[in-house]
């Protein structure tokens, strides 16, 4: 199975700031990666997917990137409502999905 | 209001059979794959498996062929998900997702306990 190490696993923010949460994948996935977040109590959300296509009414200030087998989650001018639990998912292999450990993203 | 609606949380025995389900709505559930994630206390997502209801073409995942069966009830817009023998390592959360590769609606999720 393709393995995506996620980064960090937690961390603190403030209001404002531009967060950024890394998905390494153990080999080449060509893009094929989506992105959630997860508050407590809810399901989780799509918010990214094919690395970098923002899903339908999903703010501006998410956005993602890839270089080589990384790939990132930005989050510029974090807003109240985004501290939750975000984690990528790789779709590369389509008989094997693998997801990302996760990483929550807490107020400092 | 386009939602999946999982059945409730249940509590059960090792060894025993369990099916629970995934209703979908608002959408037309027959020409969207619905795939399983399994979550465990602690430890991250695992995709289990997706089954398309227009015709119950299943994929399942290495990790859970043969351990648990999926199937569709397209006159009812429901997805199943079935043990036949319950294990304690079983215990976790189930999701029921709507996509065959990346997943725009998502269940709230059942828990299934499993005491040996």
């Known amino acids: 199975d393709i393995q995506m190490t996620q980064s960090p696993p937690s961390l603190s923010a403030s209001i404002g700031d531009t967060v950024t949460i890394t998905c390494r994948a153990s080999?080449?996935?060509?893009?094929?990666l989506g992105w959630y977040q997860q508050k407590l109590g809810k399901a989780p959300k799509l918010l990214l997917f094919s690395a970098s296509a923002l899903d339908t009414g999903v703010p501006s200030r998410f956005s993602g990137s890839a270089s080589g087998t990384d790939y990132t989650l930005t989050i510029t001018g974090l807003q109240s409502e985004d501290f939750a639990t975000y984690f990528c998912?790789?779709?590369?292999?389509?008989?094997?999905?693998?997801f990302g450990g996760g990483t929550k993203v807490e107020i400092k | 209001e386009v939602q999946l609606v999982q059945s409730g949380a249940e509590v059960k025995k090792a060894g025993d059979f369990l099916k629970i389900s995934c209703k979908g709505s608002g959408y037309s559930f027959n020409t969207y794959w619905v795939a399983w994630v399994r979550h465990k206390p602690g430890r991250g997502l695992e995709w289990m498996g997706r089954i398309y209801p227009g015709d119950s073409t299943t994929t399942y995942s290495p990790a859970f062929e043969g351990l648990v069966t999926m199937s569709a009830d397209k006159a009812n817009s429901t997805a199943y998900l079935q043990w036949s023998g319950l294990k304690a390592s079983d215990t976790a959360f189930y999701y029921c997702?709507?996509?065959?590769?990346?997943?725009?609606?998502w269940g709230l999720g059942t828990l299934i306990t499993v005491s040996s």
């Open positions: 080999q080449e996935i060509g893009n094929s």
């Open positions: 997702v709507r996509g065959k590769h990346y997943y725009d609606l």
């Open positions: 998912q790789q779709y590369h292999t389509t008989s094997a999905l693998t």
